[in-house]
């Protein structure tokens, strides 16, 4: 059972817009939450992150907001750049220490 | 960037001969971590180290082993390569694995077994 899933395979969006990337979980002992972006034939990247007791964490143009009921996080891109478009993904790491990844979202980002 | 390389980036193998992957960090991170990235799916976790000569299993252990003689070499050994095990593999590296800790990943290799 897949306990961090990224149910939109692709997203797109238009350059200045808003992206907004979903990720849902089971384990609600999940402590942190990251976002990492990966463009092609390289490693992925950390992007930006929250801790469970937070419900939002901002970074410049990168805004992750987590909702425990939910058990859901999105991460918003605003606005948009062509240099956005990557794959994301979203991680869960349990108080033992183990990440979880999803199986991760393209965005593009259309000039 | 963080200091982490992997080698090789490229292998084409057959069916059945053993595989080593390396992983160098010169960062002097404590924890070392290799993952597998299968198309349309995520990073699954299969061994990690938390310090020189400790290791655990990951989500995807069987077919693989792991040895850490020193700090910055991760060594991932695939003993008999089967077709399933083609993937691209990644090296990531922490600090620590608690407090949110990001992790630094390497390139990838990309391993095809015919």
């Known amino acids: 059972d897949q306990q961090v899933k990224q149910n939109s395979p692709s997203l797109s969006v238009q350059e200045g817009r808003i992206s907004i990337l979903n990720c849902d979980y089971t384990?609600?002992?999940?402590?942190?939450f990251l976002w990492y972006k990966k463009y092609p034939a390289e490693g992925p990247t950390f992007l930006i992150s929250i801790s469970s007791i937070k419900d939002k964490n901002e970074d410049g143009r990168f805004t992750v907001f987590l909702n425990k009921s939910a058990k859901h996080l999105s991460l918003h891109i605003v606005p948009s750049q062509p240099g956005d478009s990557a794959v994301y993904f979203c991680?869960?790491?349990?108080?033992?220490?183990?990440?979880?990844f999803g199986d991760g979202t393209t965005l593009t980002v259309k000039p | 960037d963080a200091g982490i390389t992997q080698s090789p980036r490229h292998k084409v193998t057959e069916t059945g001969t053993p595989v080593t992957l390396r992983c160098h960090q010169t960062e002097n991170h404590r924890y070392m971590y290799w993952y597998r990235q299968d198309p349309g799916h995520g990073l699954r976790l299969i061994h990690y180290?938390?310090?020189?000569?400790?290791?655990d299993k990951g989500e995807v252990s069987d077919g693989y082993s792991v040895s850490r003689s020193k700090t910055e070499d991760f060594l991932l050994t695939l003993e008999s390569a089967t077709s399933s095990q083609t993937s691209v593999y990644f090296c990531a590296i922490s600090e620590s694995n608690v407090g949110g800790d990001e992790q630094f990943f390497g390139p990838g290799t990309r391993l095809t077994v015919l």
């Open positions: 384990n609600s002992m999940f402590d942190y």
């Open positions: 991680a869960a790491i349990s108080n033992a220490g183990k990440s979880t």
């Open positions: 180290s938390y310090g020189v000569k400790d290791t």
